[in-house]
């Protein structure tokens, strides 16, 4: 994974981590050039399978469009040595229910395998249930795969031939749209603005404090089937 100022925008990425050691031989992190505690963060996580390395924000600058999200993913893929790697956003969180599947997956030996998110909206725990078209991100991923794959475009997913049998077993809790709603604007704007390239919603407009429900209303959403994975649940309950 790799994180750009996960304090200033409110992203898990503590938990991310701690929810990746959780069933990884090692862990790859990079930070994007951080200037808001980030660091401090990632170097009070002591774990010997955790690895990090920490760039000047350089790169970040000078990289253009929504390609430098893979770009420093596979900056970290690269510092891995596994047989295997799995791709985990700064605001996404591997059910520990997966763990057996993943387990199981990387024995199989396939190429790559697809993975369920859950988009949450609105709060921690209701999902998004509308069709796929309408979805801001996709609800199947390709995250699991051999060493050698790269991510691509926006990092949405690894370029691997993918199976799809443990797609239902693999799941990955999106937290990106149930962040502090105080910091949400500022960081949509942000990711259209300065990553995408284009301009910022028209909606966040006047919009002194996020309101998910101009875009999806309560009647498009549905309550989570399962409990959010322990290493994110206190952060849910603090942005409810």
Not at 76 to 95: G, P, R, W
Request: net charge negative; hydrophobic share 40%.
């Amino acid at each position: 994974m790799f994180i750009k100022d996960g304090i200033k925008y409110d992203y898990c990425f503590k938990e991310t981590v701690e929810s990746l050691l959780g069933f990884c031989d090692q862990v790859a992190v990079v930070d994007a050039g951080s200037t808001d505690g980030t660091v401090d963060v990632l170097l009070s996580m002591d774990d010997p399978r955790l690895t990090v390395n920490f760039l000047t924000g350089v790169e970040w600058d000078t990289l253009q469009g929504k390609e430098k999200l893979s770009y420093f993913q596979d900056m970290a893929a690269k510092m891995l040595n596994t047989d295997y790697q799995f791709l985990c956003q700064a605001d996404e969180i591997v059910s520990e229910d997966s763990h057996e599947a993943i387990i199981k997956a990387v024995e199989l030996g396939h190429e790559g395998y697809m993975c369920t998110r859950i988009n949450l909206w609105g709060t921690p725990y209701d999902q998004l249930n509308v069709p796929l078209n309408r979805m801001p991100c996709s609800p199947e991923v390709i995250r699991l795969t051999k060493k050698g794959y790269w991510s691509y475009d926006d990092g949405e997913n690894i370029s691997a031939p993918a199976s799809f049998q443990f797609v239902n077993d693999i799941r990955i809790f999106h937290m990106g749209f149930v962040r502090k709603r105080s910091v949400m604007k500022d960081k949509i704007i942000n990711m259209q603005e300065g990553v995408f390239q284009v301009s910022h919603d028209s909606k966040l407009d006047g919009m002194e404090i996020f309101d998910p429900y101009a875009w999806f209303s309560k009647e498009e959403l549905k309550p989570i089937t399962e409990s959010l994975p322990r290493v994110i649940q206190a952060w849910a309950l603090e942005r409810m």
